[in-house]
């Protein structure tokens, strides 16, 4: 009798045991998962956040282009026409001034509109990107598409967009490069994107400086995607930019 109470008792002792232990592991459990949760959420509201950073930085980058725009080239195209219609020359060149001057307010009053900003696809971006770089003369430029194009996900491309813009910029302002190529493959996996520029480049000793200038940033958005980056450069060769995205 003795024996079966202790046997009573031990089994009771293992059952509360083994209780304690499903508690403590549950417990364990809720706060790993909230914590997941929780760190989930936080890297949520920073992708948000710099989507927003980047949405902003690109209509601060458009209005700016259309300020240079509208000084360089409309500008340029209304003083022609006027001095035109000064001179004794035939009115019909003061016409064709105005003509392409207008033509250039309605391509700029496109791309001021926030709907069109909004609903603009990777390539079309990149197509008003390179076809402004020729129009200004900035730089020759040109834009390559191979495979079938797919849309993806607005934000996936405003950043892809994003990255390639902090290249662009960095070709006309520091590479004095005069000409710059950018290949997009489309394939079933994902897409990948290719942007070389002529310029003079940078060796070992230069790339802590041009990561100063906008490597960073560069890399920085292609981990909020999960895209991968390389860069390679030569000096007095040119840079160029890899960039590859897998579908999810």
């Known amino acids: 009798m003795e024996r079966e109470g202790q046997a009573i008792l031990v089994a009771v002792g293992t059952l509360v045991f083994l209780c304690i232990i499903v508690i403590a592991l549950f417990v364990i459990f ?4 909230n914590l997941l949760l929780l760190n ?3 890297s949520e509201e920073r992708f948000e956040q710099e989507i927003s950073k980047m949405q902003i930085e690109v209509r601060e980058e458009t209005f700016r282009n259309i ?3 509208l000084h360089d080239n409309i500008g340029q195209l209304i003083t022609l026409a006027k001095i035109q219609l ?3 020359s035939d009115i019909n060149d003061a016409k064709i001034s105005l003509d392409k001057g207008l033509k250039e307010i309605r391509t700029l009053s496109k791309s001021i509109n926030p709907e069109a900003l909004k609903n603009t696809t990777l390539v079309e971006a990149l197509k008003l990107e390179i076809d402004r770089f020729n129009r200004l003369k900035y730089i020759e430029a040109n834009l390559e598409i191979n495979g079938e194009k797919k849309t993806m996900d607005s934000k996936i491309e405003l950043t892809v967009f994003r990255i390639l813009q902090e290249f662009f910029s960095n070709t006309i302002k520091h590479a004095n490069a005069s000409k710059l190529r950018v290949i997009i493959n489309y394939n079933n996996k994902g897409l990948s ?6 310029g003079k480049g940078f060796g070992i000793e230069n790339k802590a400086k041009y990561n100063g200038i906008g490597l960073t940033n560069i890399k920085k958005r292609a981990q909020l ?4 980056i390389k860069i390679e450069s030569e000096l007095n060769i040119g840079t160029k930019l890899y960039i590859s995205y897998n579908y999810k």
């Open 86 to 88: 000064q001179s004794s």
């Open 30 to 33: 809720q706060r790993r998962k």
């Open 193 to 198: 994107i290719c942007a070389a520029d002529n």
């Open 225 to 228: 995607i999960n895209a991968d």
């Open 67 to 69: 300020s240079w725009e």
């Open 40 to 42: 989930q959420k936080e």
